[in-house]
């Protein structure tokens, strides 16, 4: 009795009722009630049965499925779970592009996040200004896991030295230009909360 390779293309393309059609080696189509049909690698863990998608079939063809099936069957030979190692592996992804993502773009996506809090329309061109001025330079174009404490005092040392502070540096820098009455603040915690924003909602995605 043939345990693998049960089906052909000519077969797939023909099934239409529901069912699990089973090709061998843990690998199924699954066509569902309303007419979907998808590919199903099922195996057993912890005395449970499990399905794993594999996609759709009018996108992967019986030959991919195959392919797609035999890895999960190397995975389960080294005691993996295919689900958990995809999984894994879609979140390590997703880790590596977000490092990518600038700094610049991560404080603008926390000041857009928050901009609500603050009715004042000063305010937000004011923080706007003070980023482009004081901190894009040094941190802009960096990744935003790579801005530690030392970056942070990078920039801001400078404007404590320069400007007389009206708080906790700890806090936040303000500097007032006399001349205009228009204050200059450069956050620490936003710099962090930035980050921190960023980690959050990246976080949240991937659960």
């Known amino acids: 009795m043939r345990t693998l390779n049960r089906l052909s293309t000519v077969k797939v393309a023909k099934l239409k009722r529901k069912g699990m059609y089973a090709d061998g080696g843990g690998l199924y189509?699954?066509?569902s009630k309303s007419g979907t049909r998808g590919w199903i690698f099922?195996?057993?863990e912890n005395g449970k049965l499990h399905d794993m998608g594999l996609g759709p079939a009018h996108t992967i063809s019986l030959a991919e499925a195959r392919e797609m099936a035999t890895e999960c069957r190397k995975l389960r030979l080294q005691g993996i779970d295919p689900i958990a190692h995809r999984r894994a592996s879609v979140a390590a992804r997703k880790a590596s592009d977000a490092k990518a993502i600038s700094f610049r773009e991560c404080a603008q996506a926390y000041m857009a996040s928050h901009e609500d809090a603050w009715r004042n329309p000063r305010h937000r061109e004011q923080w706007r200004n003070s980023?482009?001025?004081?901190?894009?330079?040094?941190?802009?174009?960096?990744?935003?896991?790579?801005v530690d404490t030392g970056l942070v005092m990078k920039v801001i040392e400078p404007?404590?030295?320069?400007f007389a502070p009206s708080t906790s540096p700890r806090r936040y820098i303000v500097h007032r230009r006399h001349s205009s009455g228009h204050r200059r603040m450069i956050y620490h915690d936003c710099i962090y909360g930035a980050s921190a924003f960023h980690r959050r909602t990246h976080h949240q995605r991937t659960l």
């Not at 404007?159 to 320069?162: A, I």
């Open 29 to 31: 189509l699954r066509v």
């Open 42 to 44: 099922r195996f057993g």
């Open 131 to 146: 980023f482009a001025m004081y901190v894009y330079p040094v941190l802009g174009e960096l990744p935003v896991a790579a």
């Open 159 to 162: 404007l404590w030295k320069t």
